[in-house]
């Protein structure tokens, strides 16, 4: 798993690429609970997510919670259709706002 | 058609293990051309339930062994795994709500939750010093080998 945080608008680009297991989830849970607790408006790049388990999205789940308990905006986008499978089984897609590129989920409102 | 093939791993009851164990998917499913999509469900389940014994399932701290065994024919993949930890039948825990809200949303149980999704069958046997989980995917069509 790699993580890479950069900047584009007013928003904090986290690009979390590779394997995110249970191994690692621990990892990814420490630097998102940073991140909530700096930033109001997030974006996530899942593009060169390889595989997420049920340790990463419970990750993933605690950031929006922060997120939406302080107002801000957390979206995801770039999802493979395996990862987006994972997601839609977990019942993850109805509170992620999930969009298929960049683009599109800095142009989106909410 | 290729033969029916099982891999025997015998993994220590760590976290680190998993390097190992998503290798010998990996290596497994790619030797019998199993779809990437498959390999990717039996990789994830696979983990889930895995994590679920390291993390839970001990009592003490020492070092236990847990033994995977897949096994691969025309038809299907199976994957056993035993551990010699406390007894836990992951078919009875309760079912992730997934009408909840978010803020009653737990990650706890999403783990399972996966496994039985993912796989077309789970079934769990007690033994008298420990547990057996068997995990089947079926092949179906251009993962099927001929």
Redesign the interface.
């Known amino acids: 798993m790699k993580i890479r945080e950069d900047k584009i608008d007013e928003f904090a680009l986290l690009e979390v690429s590779g394997r995110v297991d249970s191994e690692n989830a621990e990892t990814l849970r420490k630097y998102l609970m940073e991140l909530g607790g700096r930033e109001q408006r997030i974006l996530i790049d899942c593009t060169g997510m390889d595989y997420i388990s049920s340790t990463g999205l419970g990750a993933l789940l605690m950031l929006l919670k922060l997120i939406q308990k302080k107002g801000g905006t957390l979206k995801l986008f770039g999802l493979s259709p395996r990862i987006a499978e994972v997601f839609g089984i977990s019942g993850f897609d109805k509170f992620f706002p999930i969009f298929p590129d960049l683009d599109a989920a800095r142009r989106a409102d909410a | 058609m290729k033969a029916d093939e099982t891999l025997v791993l015998k993994l220590d009851n760590s976290?680190?293990a998993?390097?190992q164990l998503?290798a010998a998917v990996g290596e497994f499913c790619r030797r019998r051309a199993i779809h990437p999509?498959i390999e990717?469900k039996i990789?994830?389940a696979l983990?889930?339930v895995f994590?679920n014994i390291v993390r839970h399932g001990y009592d003490d701290s020492d070092p236990h062994e847990i033994v995977v065994r897949l096994h691969g024919s025309r038809e299907r993949i199976r994957i056993r795994i035993e551990d010699d930890g406390r007894h836990f039948n992951p078919l009875l825990a309760p079912a992730?709500d997934?009408?909840a809200a978010?803020?009653e949303?737990r990650?706890g149980g999403?783990?399972v939750?996966?496994v039985r999704?993912?796989m077309d069958q789970v079934r769990y046997r007690r033994q008298a010093d420990g547990n057996q989980l068997t995990l089947v995917k079926r092949l179906a069509g251009k993962e099927k080998l001929t």
């Open positions: 976290l680190a998993l390097a998503h999509d990717f990789d994830l983990e889930e994590t992730v997934l009408n978010l803020s949303r990650v999403l783990g939750h996966l999704r993912l």
